[in-house]
């Protein structure tokens, strides 16, 4: 079992800026692919933001160049940063595990094996 829990969420204005974090409890021979998704009320879920064991990062174009994703040194912490939000990034956000992945794929995230209980953005106009 991978065990995840999200904090950092909140409400900012547009052009502000979160920072999400994810404590991660594993085994720590596991080796995993993490990522964010969100879903907004009536949306499906959008993956958008992943990164692999070699610290290799993957973002939705929606996000690109605004966020970004990292692990913490001990690779127990996994953070997803938020600069320039927009009213439309407001949503739950949820960060994900996967086991036996190698190469993770952005799209893929909403699909993996574990996730948190997620932490809510709300980003004003």
């Known amino acids: 079992q991978v065990q995840l829990m999200e904090s950092g969420g909140g409400s900012t204005q547009a052009g502000g800026a979160l920072k999400l974090s994810c404590a991660i409890g594993?085994?720590?021979?596991?080796?995993?692919?993490m990522g964010w998704f969100r879903q907004a009320p009536g949306a499906e879920r959008e993956g958008i933001a992943a990164?692999?064991?070699?610290?290799?990062?993957v973002y939705a174009d929606s996000v690109k160049g605004r966020f970004t994703i990292s692990l913490g040194n001990d690779r127990n912490m996994l953070y997803l940063q938020m600069n320039s939000l927009k009213p439309e990034d407001s949503a739950r956000y949820y960060c994900?595990?996967?086991?036996?992945?190698?190469?993770?794929?952005?799209?893929?995230?909403?699909?993996?094996?574990?996730r948190g209980q997620g932490t809510q953005v709300s980003v004003s106009a």
């Open positions: 594993r085994p720590t021979d596991e080796r995993l692919c």
């Open positions: 994900a595990a996967e086991r036996g992945c190698w190469v993770a794929e952005v799209q893929e995230v909403p699909s993996y094996e574990f």
């Open positions: 990164i692999e064991g070699d610290l290799s990062t």
